[in-house]
């Protein structure tokens, strides 16, 4: 269990940032080593940024940007066989997962993703994961290391003290032809919103009757000072909502101090997604609707009467 080299890689900077917090609570001893490795694409800043999250070293490969997960799991590989790392944290993105595939299978390394705690056993990894949809939680150990292990956003640890004099090494990308072809790009309708970061969110289900309707919400929202979600039909399905305000298993998961689901009938994978919210509300005219068990206050009625009047009650 000594002297650890535990390599941390997102293509997501403040992903990467958390797997370096993350590494450097496990690195219980002098001799274990923390590298952050950095990828053609990253924006100027990521070294700085992954030295300052505890990082004792920077790796920073040149060589063309690729979005291509078969050009970065052998970049990944090349530098990762290099520095003989003993844990590979990646971030458990819908990218990184398949990255972790890929690494594992060129690696002949196991692996685990979804991971939402780990642990350092004597020759292995003990591991957390979700399981049946977020209600239950599977406990697993990769029985060898060199092990990979990607972990879900938002998962970390307090940030140490600044590394003093960390090292940066420069590498150079394998030439690996891509295994996809850039058809076209669109540009992702939405904003900027990053409602993981919100502190009060109202979030409103298939309730709602049509689109026009959304004003209601919205105005209940500011009336709070909090952000807007929606579940999975909304979003997906009727597009009343862009992704950035879809709140669930396949969508993003939140934990704000006030959660306010309003015509959200509870299915298990929207829960999955908000159950760590601090203090959650309910408003269902459906006295039996499964949002009821995660709220901490019920509110049953027609929201169409009832938002008006707690937006008003609150000066909106």
Known sequence: MTGEVIACYSEELTVAEELVRLARSLAVDEASRVRAIVLPGAPPE??????????????TVSGPAS????????????????????????GSTKRGREVAGRLAGTLDLP?????????????????DREALSGNAVAVERIARRPG?????PGTTAPAPSITAGAERRQHTAPSSPA????????????????????????????????????????????????????TRPLAAEAGWLTDDHWIGLTGHRVHPKLYVAVGVS??????????????????????????????????TGDLYQLVPAITKAFGG
């Open 266 to 299: 509870g299915a298990v994978q929207h829960l999955v997604g908000m159950r760590s919210s601090k203090v959650v509300v309910a408003i269902n005219k459906d006295p039996n609707a499964p949002i009821f068990i995660q709220a901490d206050y019920r509110i």
């Open 148 to 152: 990979i292990v990607a972990v879900m």
């Open 67 to 90: 979005s291509d997960p078969h050009v970065t799991a052998e970049a990944l590989r090349a530098v990762i066989a290099e520095l003989s790392a003993t844990i590979v944290l990646l």
């Open 46 to 59: 990521a070294g700085d940024r992954l030295v300052a999250a505890g990082a004792h070293a920077v790796d």
């Open 111 to 127: 692996a685990a993703t979804g991971v939402n705690a780990l642990r350092i056993e004597a020759d292995g990894i003990r591991v």
């Open 179 to 230: 295994l996809t072809e850039l058809v076209e790009v669109r540009v992702k309708a939405g904003g900027q919103l990053e409602i993981e970061k919100a502190d009060r969110i109202v979030t409103i289900g298939r309730g709602l009757k049509k689109k026009e309707d959304l004003g209601i919400i919205e105005s209940l929202a500011k009336a709070l000072g909090a952000e807007v979600g929606c």
